[in-house]
């Protein structure tokens, strides 16, 4: 009954890679569509800044405003000394 389970979890994984191998097909496409008009390569600094850094600033800096603003009472405070 085991070597039942492992053969269909087999067939069910080689289907699916098989499936999405198919429908990455047309990513590897070397023609250019109709319309189709990139612009300027961005370089290596500009990538990893837009795509990187700033959504790592744009969280940071979200969550410090909420921290910051926090109204919450639930939490205990400070004793004055």
């Given amino acids: 009954m085991d070597n ?3 053969l269909r979890a087999g067939a069910v994984t080689a289907g699916s890679a098989l499936m999405m191998l ?3 097909s047309p990513a590897l496409a070397l023609t250019r569509d109709d ?11 500009a990538t990893l800044g837009l795509f990187v850094f700033l959504p790592i600033a744009l969280f ?13 009472t639930d939490r ?5 000394a």
């Fill in 4 to 6: 039942k389970n492992a």
């Fill in 22 to 24: 198919l429908m990455t």
């Fill in 35 to 45: 319309g189709d008009d990139p612009g300027q390569s961005m370089s290596m600094a």
């Fill in 60 to 72: 940071l800096g979200i969550a410090g405003l909420v921290m910051v603003l926090d109204k919450s």
């Fill in 76 to 80: 205990p405070q400070k004793k004055q």
